[in-house]
């Protein structure tokens, strides 16, 4: 079965640093990996896919990285701004079905 | 406008009660999901449906029941609520391409069981 994990938990810094989030899957088989952004109380927010055979996306100010082999996505933040603060999700997909999410990385810019 | 929609947002309901949550989506996908969200335990995958006539079950399907009633529209049924269904739910859908699978998510309906 498949299981992710993401670190840190919950992640504190000052407005203008670069970050790093981390996301870990137990099985290497998958074909896409999927950040998602959430806000209290809200819905998901697609964020950036990376398929299996890709190694980077980016989009603006974030950037993710998969190195599938071994089983490890990040999510790079630059720059970050105080509007960056919210929970931050990986999901793995094995095919067509659903979804297996992390437990999220809960992030917080301070002004 | 939104292309995935959830109703209602919020429901309180009690022990016992049958209650639909309804998903509808314009984004014209053929794959649409349901999802829960629990604090601590992540989301986790209910039921998927690939077309109106292919529904399969996900991890926690017990309790639960699902219809397709068109392309756009995938709604999830407790046919007799309990406490440990109080729940943050989400609805989802994805494109047919193969295992190609970027999924996008509705606003979610935060139900609770009393």
């Known amino acids: 079965k498949q299981e992710v994990t993401q670190i840190p938990a919950a992640l504190s810094v000052p407005e203008g640093e670069n970050l790093v989030l981390n996301c870990s899957f137990t099985?290497?088989?998958?074909?896409?990996l999927q950040w998602f952004r959430q806000d209290p109380g809200k819905g998901l927010t697609s964020l950036l896919l990376?398929?299996?055979?890709?190694r980077e996306q980016t989009s603006g100010r974030l950037n993710a990285s998969l190195d599938k082999s071994s089983g490890r996505s990040t999510l790079y933040i630059a720059a970050s701004q105080p509007g960056d603060s919210a929970t931050y999700l990986c999901?793995?997909?094995?095919?067509?079905?659903?979804?297996?999410f992390g437990k999220g990385t809960h992030l917080i810019i301070q002004p | 406008d939104a292309d995935v929609t959830q109703t209602p947002r919020n429901r309180i309901t009690k022990t016992g009660k049958r209650i639909m949550l309804e998903c509808s989506q314009t984004?014209?996908?053929?794959?649409m999901y349901w999802y829960r969200q629990d604090p601590g335990l992540g989301l986790r995958l209910i039921y998927y449906?690939?077309?109106?006539?292919?529904?399969n079950k996900g991890e926690i399907s017990d309790g639960y029941s699902v219809s397709r009633q068109a392309q756009a529209k995938f709604s999830l049924s407790l046919e007799s609520a309990i406490p440990n269904q109080t729940a943050l739910y989400f609805c989802?859908?994805?494109?047919?391409?193969?295992?190609?699978?970027?999924?996008?998510f509705g606003p979610g309906t935060r139900l609770t069981v009393l």
């Open positions: 989802a859908t994805s494109r047919a391409r193969g295992n190609y699978n970027e999924q996008f």
């Open positions: 099985d290497s088989a998958i074909y896409n």
């Open positions: 999901a793995v997909s094995g095919g067509a079905d659903g979804l297996t």
């Open positions: 984004k014209g996908h053929d794959r």
């Open positions: 990376i398929q299996s055979s890709q």
């Open positions: 449906s690939f077309d109106v006539k292919d529904i």
